[in-house]
């Protein structure tokens, strides 16, 4: 499992597959030092899950660590409703349902599939103006599903020796430049 993909470099590789290497590298950094206010903003929506204060229901699965080995693929998910087999990502401020965005629940999906939940839904909530997005599960969007394969792929074979950014405007808003 040393080689698994975190499911947050799953956008993180769409932005700049350079900004992964950067990731792991500050990794241990105090990480007030180089987030960006989106991603504090994000963390401090995952905080409620992280200490598990969301709900103590026991249909409820929040914030387990999961593991995808079809993909391997490692991370978190956000919030599992077992009842109501519906998989929701909550983030802070939603402006675009990015591909990164469908990845990471994708890899959530395959995850708790794996471990034999029945999953049906799939939802991207948006704090702040407490929109919904439903997201269609992988196999009913065969284009989408085919582009995740196609960045973990791309991840697994990545080389940063050969990786040149073309596109300047990501560089001068990234928070690694
Ligand atoms: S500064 Fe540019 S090349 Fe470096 S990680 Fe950011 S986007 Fe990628």
Redesign the pocket.
Known sequence: MDDAILITELNDFI?????IY?HKMYKDMDRMIYQNTDQINGNAAHKSVDESTYTTRKDILMGIDVYCEKYNLIGKIDIFDIAKKTLRERKKKVKNIYDGYVFQVYAQYFSLVEMGYDVKKIEIYSIDDHKKYDIPLPYANTDMLFKFEKVIDEIKHFSIHEFI?T?EA??LH????
């Open positions: 932005f700049c597959p350079v900004s950067f950014q596109n990501k560089c990234c928070i690694y430049d």
